[in-house]
């Protein structure tokens, strides 16, 4: 079992930024993929990042692309998302989730583990 709690939304203005935490307990995180997802009313749950077990690989949502980045540190099992120049549409709930494998990385129903959400807002 893998515990995941994410930290660190809030409301900003737009083109600033935030930086989300994820702190994941419980099995060997270190050795699990970790991604950010996010959801805004009415819409499906989107993928935005994932990085691979040991830090080696990411990958982004177009959408975010070259705005946000992902980092993750094992001996504090922690992942950070780091999200700067903010958009209105980037409001949303943000979630981090845990999957063993790389497999169908931006599929929401790959992956085991959730957190609760932080709340993203951004206005305009």
């Known amino acids: 079992q893998v515990q995941l709690v994410e930290s660190g939304g809030g409301l900003v203005q737009a083109g600033g930024s935030l930086r989300l935490s994820c702190a994941a307990s419980?099995?060997?995180?270190?050795?699990?993929?970790l991604g950010w997802f996010r959801q805004a009313p009415g819409k499906e749950r989107e993928f935005v990042a994932l990085?691979?077990?040991?830090?080696?690989?990411?990958r982004f949502a177009d959408s975010v692309n070259g705005r946000f980045t992902v980092s993750r540190d094992n001996a504090k099992n922690v992942v950070y998302l780091q999200m700067n120049n903010l958009k209105p549409e980037d409001t949303a709930v943000y979630y981090c989730?845990?999957?063993?494998?790389?497999?169908?990385?931006?599929?929401?129903?790959?992956?085991?583990?959730w957190g609760q959400g932080t709340q993203v807002t951004v206005s305009s």
């Open positions: 989730a845990a999957k063993r494998t790389v497999l169908r990385p931006t599929s929401p129903a790959a992956f085991d583990y």
């Open positions: 990085i691979t077990s040991n830090g080696g690989s990411t």
């Open positions: 419980g099995r060997i995180v270190s050795s699990y993929v």
